[in-house]
């Protein structure tokens, strides 16, 4: 029976991920772990029991996501969005001793709304409650227990000297460096397909391992099926919505010419937050960063996004080659949309999340989330 499967990995090495080269002597890693990592890992479990010829079947309509850094199993790490802020002099969240982080999506998208109606005597601005300093952009994974935290990843360096193939000795002068995570974080993602292909996969982690170098001792992790609670698409986006119309409210009391602003915000908004690189494409077959979605029969273009460009690479080991090179919309992306009326769109919805959106989506690729709670903190926190 196909479904989604949650996974955690605690890492028992450091684990090296490869990212874009600057140089030839240092090898950096990645702070997250991408699906085609844990499907590279499946085919090589299978490979090595002599089922290459089954590899293909196998992972046919398996979704690979991607694994985010969290500091429990049980722990959803979620990304920022890209609209979030933080204060400058003092970054972080109140419950960490800082100032609080907050997010200015939806007083944006009322702000730009309301201006079809009205005007406002000053022009949209945040700075911080607290000390009144200038916000900054912020980034990363945060979870949610008691308060608010923010998961930071550590790495580890090792400084290694080349092998000559042909003398088997180390080559003069060609030393490098290999940038690891640490094993301290443990990694929570979601795997869409058949229970018994879920059940291989965690095995195939624990006998392979996953990430590069993993016969020097890196990649050895304790993989295992865990459990998530999240809240559900429908009231997700209703309490979207019921907090813009707050947000709405207020901008709306300190407008020009008040007698021209509707009540409440007309239609069903909703956002569409991007938690892995998306690699999208326009009408002409062009790569973007602007997301149209399909929804009902109907092609929807965003009212209002915040999207950051992404570098997308990587290298195929069946091939001995490199992939395509292109790029996306980063992490963090967020996408609103409007309907109008009271279409019942909520099945469509779920379908687009659990599948995904643009090209790449069996590696883990063009992950999202419908209205991501964070969204809601329109105050400090």
């Excluded at 391992?209 to 459990?227: D, F, K, P, W």
């Excluded at 998530?228 to 019921?242: A, H, P, T």
């Excluded at 207020?250 to 956002?271: C, H, M, Q, R, W």
């Excluded at 062009?286 to 460009?309: C, E, M, N, W, Y």
Aim: with cysteine.
């Amino acid at each position: 029976m196909k479904k989604l499967n949650w996974i955690s990995i605690t890492p028992k090495s450091p684990i090296h991920v490869g990212e874009p080269k600057p140089a030839f002597s240092f090898l950096p890693t990645k702070d997250v772990i991408p699906g085609s990592v844990l499907r590279g890992a499946l085919a090589e479990y299978l490979l090595m029991q002599g089922r290459e010829s089954e590899i293909k079947e196998f992972v046919q309509n398996m979704r690979f996501g991607f694994l985010y850094p969290s500091t429990y199993p049980t722990l959803h790490p979620l990304p920022l969005p890209v609209s979030a802020l933080e204060c400058k002099k003092e970054p972080g969240f109140k419950s960490e001793g800082s100032h609080g982080i907050f997010d200015t999506l939806l007083a944006s998208l009322a702000f730009e709304e309301l201006k079809r109606f009205t005007e406002f005597p000053v022009p949209l601005t945040f700075r911080c409650k607290e000390c009144d300093s200038r916000m900054d952009k912020t980034s990363g994974f945060y979870i949610k227990e008691k308060g608010y935290k923010k998961v930071e990843i550590e790495r580890t360096s090792q400084t290694k000297v080349a092998i000559s193939r042909r003398r088997k000795a180390a080559v003069g002068k060609m030393l490098y460096s290999i940038t690891a995570i640490k094993p301290k974080n443990v990694f929570v993602g979601k795997i869409a397909g058949d229970v018994d292909k879920f059940e291989v996969l965690i095995k195939a982690l624990n006998e392979v391992g996953i990430g590069a170098l993993t016969t020097r001792g890196y990649g050895v992790v304790e993989a295992r099926r865990t459990e998530i609670k999240m809240e559900g698409l429908e009231e997700r986006i209703k309490s979207f919505n019921r907090r813009l119309e707050d947000v709405w409210s207020d901008l709306a009391s300190i407008a020009l010419n008040k007698e021209k602003v509707p009540e409440n915000p007309a239609g069903t908004y909703f956002s569409v937050d991007v938690l892995s690189p998306a690699i999208l494409r326009d009408n002409n077959g062009l790569r973007t960063l602007k997301l149209r979605l399909d929804l009902g029969g109907k092609r929807l273009s965003p009212i209002l996004f915040f999207a950051q460009p992404v570098f997308i690479g990587g290298w195929s080991t069946g091939w001995g080659l490199p992939k395509e090179t292109t790029y996306g919309a980063g992490i963090g992306s967020t996408y609103v949309f409007k309907v109008d009326g009271e279409e019942e769109f909520y099945e469509e919805l779920e379908r687009i999340e659990l599948e995904g959106i643009g090209e790449r989506r069996d590696e883990g690729y063009g992950d999202i989330l419908i209205c991501h709670p964070f969204h809601r903190e329109v105050m400090q926190v």
